[in-house]
């Protein structure tokens, strides 16, 4: 039986959703099964949430398809260093699921994009990997000894994948389709290992 990997993200213009993309083809490469799912919008005046359905794309994310994966994927555009509004307030609606520990030892990874290169790439990744740590996961990046780690001149690093959509980058350069691939499938061996 291979293992479930949930890449959970919020996607406002199309790049952190390409960066799953890339993440759930490694995910497959591994043999293990990639499930896609977003998060609805919240309002920027009230905490209602936009819960109509989405026209097209994937589902919309339930605290069952995070406690059913064996890994987790997590991506949000950054926002002065931090995920987005809408990933966050899924996360702070899984309490429940830190209580029973549903989520402790499996693997986990993040990614993210930003307008600019210094839009807070690294830190959004590393606060995005905090609530996943208090969950008990393992957290799991990209290592140096990646040759597109160590190459890029984009987005992309050892906390995890990330694209730079600037005028320059408008598209998910190689490295960092490379590094979103390598992540996904760092994360499937690795719940691979664990489910035995």
């Not at 390409?18 to 609805?40: D, F, M």
């Not at 990209?142 to 597109?148: E, G, I, K, L």
């Not at 995890?160 to 190689?174: F, M, Q, R």
Request: glycine fraction near 10%; charge should be negative.
């Amino acid at each position: 039986m291979s293992a479930r990997i949930l890449l959970l993200y919020y996607s406002r213009n199309g790049t952190t959703a390409a960066l799953a993309r890339y993440a759930a083809r490694g995910v497959e490469g591994a043999g293990a099964e990639a499930v896609i799912r977003t998060v609805p919008s919240v309002s920027p005046t009230t905490a209602a949430v936009d819960s109509s359905v989405p026209a097209s794309g994937p589902p919309y994310v339930t605290l069952a398809d995070l406690e059913q994966c064996d890994g987790l994927l997590l991506g949000s555009p950054t926002r002065f260093g931090n995920m987005a509004a809408p990933l966050k307030y899924f996360i702070d609606s899984t309490s429940g699921l830190w209580l029973s520990g549903a989520l402790v030892d499996k693997p986990a990874g993040v990614f993210t994009s930003s307008s600019s290169l210094h839009g807070g790439l690294e830190s959004t990744l590393l606060t995005m990997s905090i609530p996943l740590i208090h969950h008990g996961m393992l957290w799991v990046g990209v290592p140096f000894t990646h040759p597109a780690v160590h190459g890029t001149r984009t987005g992309g690093g050892p906390y995890g994948a990330s694209h730079i959509a600037t005028d320059w980058n408008e598209s998910l350069s190689t490295d960092e389709q490379e590094i979103a691939r390598a992540l996904g499938e760092r994360v499937a061996r690795l719940a691979q290992r664990l489910a035995h």
